[in-house]
């Protein structure tokens, strides 16, 4: 369902060019929960970035069920983009508006009927545990809840894909424990196709079901979490796993 073909990401600037991804291929299946792990610096955000197009390749090809996201006009990607969540790291929320208006504002940009939206924020704000938060400001939420909201907000037009941007680094343990079920939950549930990346063993191991390996701009192993956890070949993932 995503099919990444040789891209390679420089980012001009002007001291100089840095190379962020050298040639990234993978191929992401329908239901997937798809672990990225590497260090700090070696492009899981701009590679993830790149599968909704928030970032241009500067070369290769980017297709979600055979359509060539690199290939689209603006108003198609704007089109397609509604088919992919996305979920940060830092949550990014809107801290003037409520944990509703935060939710209901892809809707409302997405010009879906008010009736429709009133009985949707319902059913996320319940699918995510904030039914008694829906008028509160995002100050007043924990870590773990900031992320609910961010959860329900990539979820609003009903995405066939959620990427998720280092999801659990800002949380602790038992919260993070409780997102991941919370993912878990989402993509049997709703069969969205989940693309997670990470620093962190722990969520590989609790949810992805597949893993791939991020090493300076490189994929450097892939295959089923069981299977690479069983017979790391990379010295990433050896030192990951130590
Ligand atoms: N907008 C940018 N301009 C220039 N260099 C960037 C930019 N974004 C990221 N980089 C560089 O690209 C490399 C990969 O960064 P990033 O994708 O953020 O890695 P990660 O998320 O794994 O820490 C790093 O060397 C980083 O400094
Ligand atoms: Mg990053």
Same mark, same amino acid.
């Given at each position: 369902?995503?099919?990444?073909?040789?891209?390679?990401?420089?980012?001009?600037?002007?001291?100089?060019?840095?190379?962020?991804?050298?040639?990234?291929?993978?191929?992401?299946?329908?239901?997937?929960?798809?672990?990225?792990?590497?260090?700090?610096?070696?492009?899981?955000?701009?590679?993830?970035?790149?599968?909704?197009?928030?970032?241009?390749p500067s070369s290769g090809n980017v297709l979600i069920d055979g359509v060539?996201? #690199?290939?689209? !006009?603006?108003? $198609? *990607?704007?089109?397609?983009?509604? =088919?992919?969540?996305? +979920?940060?790291?830092?949550?990014?929320?809107?801290?003037?508006?409520?944990?509703?208006?935060?939710?209901?504002?892809?809707?409302?940009?997405?010009?879906?009927?008010?009736?429709?939206?009133?009985?949707?924020?319902?059913?996320?704000?319940?699918?995510?545990?904030?039914?008694?938060?829906?008028?509160?400001?995002?100050?007043?939420?924990?870590?773990?809840?900031?992320?609910?909201?961010?959860?329900?907000?990539?979820?609003?037009?009903?995405?066939?894909?959620?990427?998720?941007?280092?999801?659990?680094?800002?949380?602790?343990?038992? #919260?993070?424990? !409780?997102?991941? $079920? *919370?993912?878990?939950?989402?993509? =049997?549930?709703?069969? +969205?196709?989940?693309?997670?990346?990470?620093?962190?063993?722990?969520?590989?191991?609790?949810?992805?079901?597949?893993?791939?390996?991020?090493?300076?701009?490189?994929?450097?192993?892939?295959?089923?979490?069981?299977?690479?956890?069983?017979?790391?070949?990379?010295?990433?993932?050896?030192?990951?796993?130590?």
């Open positions: 369902m995503i099919k990444i073909t040789d891209v390679k990401k420089v980012y001009k600037s002007k001291d100089g060019d840095v190379t962020a991804l050298k040639s990234i291929n993978l191929n992401i299946e329908q239901g997937d929960i798809y672990g990225i792990i590497g260090p700090s610096g070696a492009g899981k955000s701009t590679l993830i970035r790149i599968i909704n197009l928030l970032e241009e060539d996201l #690199t290939s689209l !006009s603006k108003g $198609e *990607l704007r089109e397609e983009r509604k =088919e992919i969540g996305m +979920i940060f790291q830092n949550f990014n929320l809107m801290n003037n508006s409520t944990v509703s208006q935060n939710i209901a504002f892809p809707m409302e940009i997405s010009h879906i009927d008010k009736n429709v939206i009133k009985d949707r924020l319902d059913e996320l704000l319940d699918m995510v545990g904030l039914k008694d938060k829906e008028n509160v400001y995002p100050a007043k939420l924990s870590g773990g809840q900031k992320q609910r909201v961010g959860i329900a907000r990539a979820l609003a037009n009903k995405p066939k894909i959620l990427l998720c941007d280092e999801p659990t680094s800002a949380l602790d343990p038992v #919260t993070t424990k !409780s997102i991941l $079920e *919370l993912l878990k939950d989402i993509n =049997e549930k709703l069969n +969205i196709t989940i693309v997670l990346i990470t620093h962190q063993m722990e969520v590989i191991k609790t949810i992805c079901n597949k893993t791939a390996v991020i090493e300076n701009g490189l994929i450097v192993e892939e295959g089923l979490t069981q299977d690479i956890l069983a017979n790391p070949s990379s010295e990433t993932l050896k030192q990951f796993l130590s």
